[in-house]
């Protein structure tokens, strides 16, 4: 059975700023800070208080401006950080503030949104992710033992080179990775026509034969953008399964998120995230492999129907909740007849009116 799911939902008409995030940045004072506050405990505030505010405090500080547009870099919709990234060069109007920001916040965007970039030469696509990274800028792609070398500001990957020996896990586990990296990119073929996948060794990289656990890694990544038709989605699933030997089980843990943003006269986000557990036994690679990949189609297909589930009552539950309430009585205010209330019978009494 599927968990009840929770839907985080964001939604704000802004058509003039479609690209920034819905969400308040730092607190700072100056109205370079805050260009909105689409929050509804910011929006209640009084706009007096900024005013007031700015004309106490000096100019934001340098590193006050790194803060903020790091917050909005991260913060970008899926795909759509070098739109994001354009207008925060304009505001903060310095380019070495802005590369500095830069330089912290794209690496961290591409990582936590798992984006995939091409290799050259046609090897492939390499998924940018912590769990491939080996160190700066260089990122392992377990399933045609090369690293690729990623710019991360560009979104990028200009370089390509063999893994070595070291990089790489032992025969061993190699053998479960591969068969499973197998399975997963067929379910990821069927199920997410734009979906690339990997499988990396989370832990236990060295294990040699049996009665030596470790861990590997299942990271989904699918993305659909088109701006030209105001919207962007991006589905992410990470799902870490623990091998262990001398219980003979395997438990597995899963991570599933999913992004979307439409900004066609106005700006609604989507971002709904879920966990999942999953056990089995432990089996030769080939029967594990099948097993795992077994078990993630049912999770993930649950999520998705949940997920569609939900989406279809906003219009009952969420959106209706932003619009205006009848009142108790749950009849519209007469208009035309508003004698019938005291109060207008009072003030009418009070001014003489109809005399």
């Not at 739109?83 to 503030?97: G, M, P, Q, R, T």
């Not at 992710?129 to 991360?152: C, I, K, M, Q, W």
Request: aromatic share 10%.
């Amino acid at each position: 059975m599927s968990t009840p799911l929770k839907l985080n939902v964001k939604i704000l008409t802004v058509p003039a700023q479609k690209h920034l995030p819905l969400f308040s940045p730092p607190e700072y004072s100056s109205a370079s800070a805050t260009p909105f506050w689409p929050h509804s405990n910011q929006s209640q505030r009084n706009p007096t208080s900024f005013q007031m505010a700015d004309e106490e405090e000096s100019e934001l500080s340098e590193k006050q401006k790194i803060d903020i547009a790091k917050w909005f870099l991260l913060n970008s919709p899926p795909g759509e950080i070098q739109f994001v990234a354009e207008d925060v060069k304009a505001v903060v109007n310095d380019d070495v503030l802005y590369e500095e920001a830069a330089s912290v916040a794209f690496p961290l965007y591409n990582k936590s949104h798992m984006i995939s970039l091409e290799m050259p030469g046609g090897i492939g696509d390499v998924l940018v992710t912590s769990f491939g990274e080996l160190r700066e800028n260089e990122y392992l792609d377990p399933r045609t033992a090369h690293v690729a070398v990623v710019d991360h500001i560009k979104q990028v990957c200009p370089d390509v080179r063999p893994a070595l020996d070291e990089e790489l896990p032992s025969a061993y586990v190699e053998e479960f990775r591969c068969a499973l990296d197998g399975e997963i990119l067929r379910y990821v073929g069927e199920a997410y026509p734009k979906g690339v996948c990997s499988v990396y060794c989370g832990n236990g990289k060295d294990a040699e034969g049996p009665g030596s656990d470790f861990e590997l890694v299942v990271v989904i990544s699918a993305a659909r953008h088109s701006p030209q038709n105001f919207c962007n989605g991006s589905w992410r699933s990470v799902w870490s399964i623990e091998f262990k030997d001398e219980v003979q089980v395997l438990e597995l843990k899963g991570k599933l998120q999913v992004g979307a943003h439409y900004f066609e006269e106005g700006n609604v986000q989507l971002d709904a995230k879920h966990e999942c557990k999953d056990s089995t036994i432990f089996q030769s690679s080939e029967d594990s492999a099948i097993t795992i990949g077994n078990i993630i189609r049912q999770h993930e297909a649950e999520y998705l129907a949940s997920l569609e589930a939900s989406y279809s009552n906003l219009p009952d539950t969420t959106f209706k909740d932003l619009r205006r309430k009848l009142p108790v009585t749950r009849t519209l205010f007469p208009w035309q007849n508003t004698l019938q209330f005291s109060l207008t019978r009072d003030i009418t009494k009070e001014l003489g009116i109809g005399k």
